[in-house]
């Protein structure tokens, strides 16, 4: 596809014209006008170039003049778990970035020792849209709220879970050891960052009783949104070397 102007109209393939929120953009922000052409997503994998047939304060109606299925730069889904924090800014900073990288489900947990609860799920999505608009994305990640530790393992069943966490290996606590011990990159994998208070010893034994591994992500001492984004950069480019030339 072209470089164009990106758009996110999920019913696109049904309904020829953009939501009203995008029309407003496409005609107030970018000065469209009929006859300019346009990148339309759906946000489920479809890419399409559109020409606008009608532009008017609320509507802007297209042609679809090209259909193609967007394909991920990485191979199996790759699922982030993690705890907010306290300052919803760095919450939102990680899901924007997360959605730059490259990754397909987000779960926000409710560990013990989260320092939130309370998650404004339609402001997060907004800003994953954005996200996936500005890195030229064709797929919008889920987004899962406030769940438990214990639902997302049930979950994230199948999956190879992965536990960052920064306790030692004692009470039953297995050795942590670097991503690349444990994961092949094309597998399904979720990846848990714990809450700036760490999971629990508990919360951990749960995540070995479903197959979990507890990983490290280096000697630094990292914040949440640092260490979810070390974490997934990880998978990347462990599919990275292994794709590339020896």
């Known amino acids: 596809m072209r470089d164009l102007p990106l758009f996110y109209a999920p019913d696109i393939a049904t309904r020829q014209e953009l939501p ?7 005609q107030r922000v970018l000065r469209a006008k009929e006859g300019d052409e346009i990148l339309i997503t759906d946000g489920r994998g479809m890419l399409y170039e559109a020409r606008l047939v009608e532009v008017s304060k609320r509507r802007c109606g297209v042609e679809l003049t090209k259909a193609e299925r967007w394909e991920k ?4 889904r790759i699922t982030l778990a993690v705890a907010p924090t306290k300052a919803i800014e760095r919450m939102e900073w990680l899901l924007e970035k997360a959605v730059e990288v490259g990754i397909d489900r987000i779960i926000l947990l409710k560990a013990k020792h989260s320092e939130r609860r309370h998650i404004n799920a339609e402001r997060l999505e907004r800003i994953m849209l954005s996200a996936m608009k500005q890195s030229q994305k064709a797929f919008l990640p889920e987004l899962i709220t406030e769940q ?3 639902q997302a393992f049930e979950l994230c069943h199948g999956d190879r879970l992965l536990l960052a966490h ?4 004692e009470g039953g606590i297995q050795e942590r050891k670097l991503p690349n011990h444990y994961y092949r990159p094309s597998e399904d994998v979720t990846i848990f960052i714990g809450p700036e208070g760490d999971f629990t ?12 591994h507890g990983i490290s992500l280096g000697e630094s001492r990292l914040r949440t949104e640092t260490a979810a984004l070390v974490a997934l950069q990880w998978m990347h480019t462990l ?8």
């Open 239 to 246: 599919q990275l070397l292994e794709d590339s030339p020896q």
């Open 201 to 212: 010893v508990e919360e951990i034994l749960q995540a070995q009783e479903h197959g979990g």
């Open 73 to 76: 730069a990485w191979r199996g």
């Open 148 to 150: 438990a530790v214990a």
């Open 166 to 169: 920064c306790r030692r290996s």
């Open 20 to 26: 009203e929120v995008e029309a407003g953009h496409c």
